[in-house]
């Protein structure tokens, strides 16, 4: 019966410690692609949330032709986060719960802040609380009135309850207007690549409609004055585009400019990076690898010691003794006392008379 | 509730602390192997008795410490070491200290005090404390580079590449494990050589 307990016991306690002592995500969640439901059915709940004292608002256009390339910036100011600072935001087509991805809406995103094609990101507030995100996103083809809501989670602190702010935009209307004859635009089918291969030459290809010419103007981000970009063009409506490489995380930022006759339309600029060398690492091989580090150590440690203990060294160090010795012989035999010249000793080497110092030093202890 | 950040950055302390303090004590002990010249830092028999001891029960803290270190910084880590070659080093050089460190503390355990009188073992002894050390401040640099961007590695004068790796795979690792394994049992089933010291 005792042992019973005990055992018990142990095992309950081994449960309750392997548990992972983590509340929500408060690294953050990874940009995906999310519905309100992410934010809203869990955090919803009052007793799990607060609302979030970020002032949201969203720039766009307040027409858009159909099926073309425009840009949404959202901006929160004056939010209290976390220390971590990170804050989620969504761009949605509504906020039902479910359903409400822009995609399910018509509209599509080329790219987002991150440089990725997610309707949620995470990014890092300012120290003043305030964090942008922008998406260039192409407009529902079919003519009409969409809306569109960002919203917002993010820690607080303090925060002993551990809950989630939430924050809603309010509705944004964009009035979807039908495209003119031969508007020129980027294709449908084309969406920016998030990175250039790092093996490749740097080109990217552009698939546009109704276009004759393109323009493409480039710079590294923060730069103020931009490049133009060598262009080839390789189809009825597909471009290649010379973009310098990058290096690391560094991006470049780019605007494509199209084309057709007299009339041409200014995209949004967008950024591009180059991919990072591939790295092939596991985290099961990482622990693996480790500890295959640490059980070689210890065995290569223990077979020096070994060889150390097993190995005679006394005949090195009695060398060592030795040349030290003789070494002190050869200095007491290099100073020849005369008895005819006391106090002063004959250097046999640089053959010379120098003063006996040791001598000289016990007579005046005298 | 108390998040895994915070038991890793307690743990962290003590394991840096107590190893600190081990390898300094270690340092000190080669006296009882080599007269310094300098009369001023020759410390008396019991103080390097003393510096012994505490240079046993820092690493024997800092080695049981250290796995509950590892675990929590696994636990509070925002990426992987699968997209992360800096996480990644953190666990290569996590493994390498806590090696080094088992193997001091074993060493010392094995033969005692008089593991000092022995000239070749107490260098070897010395070196592998600072080997272990070295691997030991790596390791909370890259903690460094990965919470603040930044960490005091930056400011020496050389150069550590914790920004590159050696990646080997599992089934290289299992056979390593193997190995080494194999190495420690044939060794601790070996006889016991006297130790032979200076005298």
């Given at each position: 019966?005792?042992?019973?307990?005990?055992?018990?016991?142990?095992?309950?306690?081994?449960?309750?410690?392997?548990?992972?002592?983590?509340?929500?995500?408060?690294?953050?969640?990874?940009?995906?692609d999310?519905?309100?439901?992410?934010?809203?059915?869990?955090?919803?709940?009052?007793?799990?949330?607060?609302?979030?004292?970020?002032?949201?608002?969203?720039?766009?256009k307040?027409?858009v032709y159909a099926g073309t390339t425009t840009e949404i910036?959202?901006?929160?100011?004056?939010?209290?986060?976390?220390?971590?600072?990170?804050?989620?935001?969504?761009?949605?087509?509504?906020?039902?719960?479910?359903?409400?991805?822009p995609a399910?809406y018509g509209w599509e995103i080329i790219q987002d802040e991150n440089g990725g094609t997610s309707n949620?990101?995470?990014?890092?507030?300012?120290?003043?609380?305030?964090?942008?995100?922008s998406w260039i996103i192409r407009s529902p083809t079919n003519p009409?009135?969409?809306?569109?809501?960002?919203?917002?989670?993010?820690?607080?602190?303090?925060?002993?309850?551990?809950?989630?702010?939430?924050?809603?935009?309010?509705?944004?209307?964009?009035?979807i207007l039908p495209i003119p004859e031969n508007y020129p635009s980027l294709s449908e089918d084309w969406i920016i690549p998030e990175y250039r291969e790092i093996d490749g030459d740097g080109t990217i290809t552009i698939l546009t409609e109704n276009t004759d010419n393109i323009e493409v103007n480039w710079k590294?981000?923060?730069?103020?004055?931009s490049n133009i970009a060598e262009i080839q063009e390789i189809g009825i409506g597909e471009w290649r585009v010379f973009l310098p490489k990058t290096?690391?995380?560094?991006k470049i930022e780019f605007q494509i400019t199209i084309f057709n006759g007299n009339f041409s339309v200014e995209q949004p600029w967008m950024e591009i990076g180059t991919e990072?060398?591939?790295?092939?690492?596991?985290?099961?091989?990482?622990?693996?690898?480790?500890?295959?580090?640490?059980?070689?150590?210890?065995?290569?440690?223990?077979?020096?010691?070994?060889?150390?203990?097993?190995?005679?060294?006394?005949?090195?160090?009695?060398?060592?003794?030795?040349?030290?010795?003789?070494?002190?012989?050869?200095?007491?035999?290099?100073?020849?006392?005369?008895?005819?010249?006391?106090?002063?000793?004959?250097?046999?080497?640089?053959?010379?008379?120098?003063?006996?110092?040791?001598?000289?030093?016990?007579?005046?202890?005298? | 509730?108390?998040?895994?950040?915070?038991?890793?950055?307690?743990?962290?302390?003590?394991?840096?602390?107590?190893?600190?303090?081990?390898?300094?004590?270690?340092?000190?002990?080669?006296?009882?192997?080599?007269?310094?010249?300098?009369?001023?830092?020759?410390?008396?028999?019991?103080?390097?008795?003393?510096?012994?001891?505490?240079?046993?029960?820092?690493?024997?803290?800092?080695?049981?410490?250290?796995?509950?270190?590892?675990?929590?910084?696994?636990?509070?880590?925002?990426?992987?070491?699968?997209?992360?070659?800096?996480?990644?080093?953190?666990?290569?050089?996590?493994?390498?200290?806590?090696?080094?460190?088992?193997?001091?503390?074993?060493?010392?355990?094995?033969?005692?005090?008089?593991?000092?009188?022995?000239?070749?073992?107490?260098?070897?002894?010395?070196?592998?404390?600072?080997?272990?050390?070295?691997?030991?401040?790596?390791?909370?640099?890259?903690?460094?580079?990965?919470?603040?961007?930044?960490?005091?590695?930056?400011?020496?004068?050389?150069?550590?590449?914790?920004?590159?790796?050696?990646?080997?795979?599992?089934?290289?690792?299992?056979?390593?494990?193997?190995?080494?394994?194999?190495?420690?049992?044939?060794?601790?089933?070996?006889?016991?050589?006297?130790?032979?010291?200076?005298?």
């Amino acid at each position: 019966m005792k042992n019973k307990v005990i055992i018990t016991t142990v095992i309950i306690t081994t449960l309750l410690f392997s548990s992972t002592p983590i509340v929500a995500n408060p690294g953050g969640n990874g940009d995906n692609d999310r519905d309100f439901t992410c934010g809203g059915s869990c955090h919803g709940d009052p007793s799990l949330s607060v609302d979030s004292d970020g002032i949201i608002s969203i720039e766009i256009k307040e027409f858009v032709y159909a099926g073309t390339t425009t840009e949404i910036v959202v901006k929160i100011d004056e939010v209290t986060t976390s220390n971590e600072r990170i804050v989620g935001i969504f761009l949605l087509g509504s906020i039902n719960g479910n359903n409400d991805q822009p995609a399910d809406y018509g509209w599509e995103i080329i790219q987002d802040e991150n440089g990725g094609t997610s309707n949620y990101i995470e990014k890092r507030a300012s120290i003043n609380g305030s964090v942008h995100a922008s998406w260039i996103i192409r407009s529902p083809t079919n003519p009409g009135t969409y809306n569109l809501f960002a919203s917002i989670q993010h820690g607080i602190d303090p925060n002993p309850k551990g809950l989630a702010a939430l924050g809603v935009s309010e509705k944004h209307e964009i009035e979807i207007l039908p495209i003119p004859e031969n508007y020129p635009s980027l294709s449908e089918d084309w969406i920016i690549p998030e990175y250039r291969e790092i093996d490749g030459d740097g080109t990217i290809t552009i698939l546009t409609e109704n276009t004759d010419n393109i323009e493409v103007n480039w710079k590294l981000s923060g730069e103020l004055n931009s490049n133009i970009a060598e262009i080839q063009e390789i189809g009825i409506g597909e471009w290649r585009v010379f973009l310098p490489k990058t290096i690391g995380d560094s991006k470049i930022e780019f605007q494509i400019t199209i084309f057709n006759g007299n009339f041409s339309v200014e995209q949004p600029w967008m950024e591009i990076g180059t991919e990072n060398e591939r790295f092939e690492g596991s985290s099961i091989g990482a622990r693996l690898q480790a500890l295959s580090y640490a059980i070689i150590i210890f065995g290569f440690v223990l077979s020096m010691q070994s060889w150390l203990v097993s190995t005679d060294f006394s005949d090195y160090f009695s060398k060592v003794r030795s040349k030290s010795h003789e070494s002190e012989n050869n200095d007491s035999q290099r100073m020849i006392f005369h008895e005819k010249y006391p106090g002063w000793l004959w250097d046999s080497v640089e053959e010379k008379w120098v003063p006996d110092i040791v001598e000289s030093e016990i007579r005046s202890e005298d | 509730m108390v998040g895994a950040a915070t038991f890793h950055a307690a743990m962290v302390e003590i394991v840096i602390g107590s190893l600190t303090l081990s390898t300094i004590c270690t340092i000190c002990c080669i006296q009882r192997s080599f007269k310094i010249p300098l009369e001023k830092f020759q410390f008396t028999k019991k103080t390097l008795d003393t510096m012994d001891k505490a240079a046993l029960v820092g690493a024997i803290l800092g080695v049981l410490m250290m796995p509950g270190a590892i675990l929590t910084g696994d636990l509070a880590s925002v990426g992987t070491p699968e997209d992360n070659i800096l996480l990644y080093n953190k666990f290569l050089y996590s493994g390498l200290a806590l090696g080094f460190w088992s193997a001091y503390v074993f060493c010392r355990l094995r033969f005692g005090q008089e593991l000092w009188e022995n000239r070749v073992l107490s260098i070897f002894q010395i070196l592998m404390a600072l080997a272990a050390f070295t691997m030991t401040a790596s390791v909370a640099s890259i903690g460094g580079k990965l919470v603040r961007g930044e960490s005091l590695f930056d400011i020496l004068p050389f150069w550590i590449p914790l920004d590159q790796t050696i990646v080997i795979s599992p089934g290289i690792s299992m056979f390593l494990i193997l190995i080494g394994a194999i190495s420690i049992i044939s060794n601790l089933r070996s006889q016991k050589m006297p130790l032979k010291t200076n005298d």
